[in-house]
């Protein structure tokens, strides 16, 4: 069985050493384990670094993508290398490399296809108490669109068999945390956590500026992961919201008129018409969304057999170009 552990980096000069130090020589049960970068366009001299170190493998983009395409040009290539489990970790050695074995155990043993590293959010010092109340509300949210009982969504350590990578699909260009979460859950994958430990805090967060910036576009994230694989819930719910309003509207009018004051509450006559076919149209862009969805399940289908047989033909090399890689990974990024 082959690991291989995924680092996405951008300008990982300085903290490459101490997270590559930190990752694991041997985990019983896995034959072979080997290294690859993700050079996310780094300025500094990370890819020189990283041949220095001996990583085995390099992934490197002329500029940089962010940190979705990152994650994805990595699974990529992990899969076309013949990788059976694949570990994402950080370069900022924020996760304890020790605890790969951890997450990667419930893979190997045959109990889940993703597996996700639960920090200890509440024990982290350097977060402060702000983000850790943020982190549990966004959590929550990630649970309750996804359905699913994941306790740390926003954690990027994380593990994925063949079969879960096979299947990954990262519409957004900002973080693949979320997204990836919310549809596992709508494809019955099999996802569990395991509680990991930290180390303190080696440089600030690079994917956020601020905490408001980061739960904005998070929260983007999460609605449009949700509408794009459960359109019908989303639209039927905000719809016979808007109908009900309309209808109750309509009966307050009805009542007035009975009462003789009809005349003087037509403006509650047009809400009403207003708000019920405003509902009817949001309820048959959900049904149109369903549809839609359907097909989408079956192009994802296409694609994972197709990546399926390219993994089968792919002849393993250690240093993927950007122009070698977009080729790979051509149907994975339409």
Not at 235 to 241: A, D, Q, R, V, Y
Request: proline share 3%.
């Amino acid at each position: 069985m082959k690991l291989i552990i995924q680092i996405p980096c951008y300008n990982e000069e300085e903290t490459l050493e101490l997270a590559y130090n930190d990752l694991p020589r041997h985990i019983d049960g896995i034959d072979t384990i080997e290294y690859l970068v993700i050079n996310d366009g780094s300025k500094d001299n990370t890819v020189k670094k990283a041949k220095e170190l001996g990583f085995h493998h390099i992934v490197s983009f002329k500029q940089n993508k962010g940190l979705a395409k990152g994650f994805m040009a990595g699974i990529d290539a992990c899969l076309h290398l013949g990788a059976d489990i694949i570990v994402n970790t950080d370069a900022d050695n924020q996760y304890c490399g020790a605890d790969i074995e951890k997450i990667v155990r419930p893979i190997i043993d045959r109990k889940a296809d993703i597996v996700i590293g639960e920090r200890p959010i509440d024990q982290t010092e350097h977060f402060s108490w702000k983000k850790k109340k943020f982190q549990h509300l966004g959590s929550w949210v990630v649970r309750v669109a996804s359905g699913t009982d994941i306790p740390d969504a926003p954690s990027g350590f994380r593990a994925y068999s063949r079969e879960a990578a096979l299947r990954l699909n990262v519409v957004n260009a900002y973080t693949y945390t979320l997204e990836t979460i919310i549809q596992a859950g709508n494809n019955k994958t099999a996802m569990t956590s395991v509680p990991i430990r930290t180390n303190p805090e080696t440089r600030p967060s690079r994917l956020f500026s601020s905490m408001w910036r980061y739960m904005k576009r998070s929260s983007t994230v999460i609605t449009r992961s949700f509408v794009m694989y459960k359109p019908l819930q989303f639209f039927m719910t905000i719809g016979w919201i808007l109908m009900i309003v309309g209808c109750a509207l309509g009966v307050r009018f009805l009542i007035l008129l009975g009462m003789g004051e009809g005349s003087g509450h037509v403006q509650s006559l047009i809400l009403t018409a207003i708000f019920i076919m405003l509902g009817f149209q949001t309820i048959t862009l959900g049904l149109l969304g369903d549809t839609i969805a359907a097909n989408r399940k079956l192009l994802e289908d296409v694609q994972y057999r197709v990546r399926k047989m390219e993994c089968k033909t792919c002849e393993p090399t250690d240093l993927l170009t950007e122009e070698e890689l977009e080729k790979i990974s051509k149907e994975s990024e339409k």
